[in-house]
């Protein structure tokens, strides 16, 4: 038989760092508070959790690259809400923020997860920083803690 691997959602032992976009502060908290419950809810003990605000979701990339150097968590989960205005900076940032996201997870050695709300609306940043319809901060910490559990399980296998 095949031989499967995966990553659990036992968070405990394991140290996480939020990076969080100030822009949007409103759900942007909701999110951090979505992120922190569902790490705490898994198991992680609160002092291994650091929430580390910058000022918008552009700089997301280069402050989730600076923590993962000097801080050498197990997993960084990058949280930010980012609303559709007149001018195309949203398609300028929301690239940026993704692009850099996904390349620092690539070529660095850590999980980075995202949970960067691209929204036309306030009510769909709402709604997906709420609790009802989902929390997409809760989400990126689940994925955060299923990729650090998952980079243990290759590691053990390599
Ligand atoms: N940052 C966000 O996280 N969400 C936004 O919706 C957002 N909108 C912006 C709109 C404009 C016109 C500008 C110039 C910046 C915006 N930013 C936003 C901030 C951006 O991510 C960054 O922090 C600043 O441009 C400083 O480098």
New binding site residues.
């Given amino acids: 038989m095949a031989r499967e691997i995966d990553g659990n959602l036992i968070a405990t032992g394991k140290e996480f760092v939020v990076v969080a976009?100030?822009?949007?502060e409103r759900f942007?908290e909701a999110l951090i508070e979505g992120a922190v419950d569902c790490l705490e809810r898994h198991g992680a003990r609160s002092e291994d959790v650091t929430v580390v605000r910058?000022?918008?979701?552009?700089?997301l990339p280069q402050v989730a690259a600076r923590v993962s150097d000097r801080l050498d968590p197990d997993a960084v989960i990058c949280l930010?809400?980012?609303?559709r205005?007149e001018?195309p900076?949203?398609d300028y940032?929301a690239g940026e923020?993704t692009s850099g996201i996904g390349a620092l997870g690539r070529e660095g050695d850590l999980p980075v997860t995202y949970g960067v709300l691209t929204c036309d609306t306030m009510e769909q940043a709402m709604a997906r920083s709420g609790s009802k319809a989902g929390n997409k901060g809760a989400e990126a910490a689940e994925a955060a803690i299923e990729m650090a559990n998952l980079y243990e399980s290759i590691d053990e296998l390599a």
Avoid: Q
């Fill in positions: 976009a100030r822009w949007n942007g910058c000022p918008g979701s552009f700089e930010g809400v980012l609303i205005g001018t900076h949203f940032i923020a």
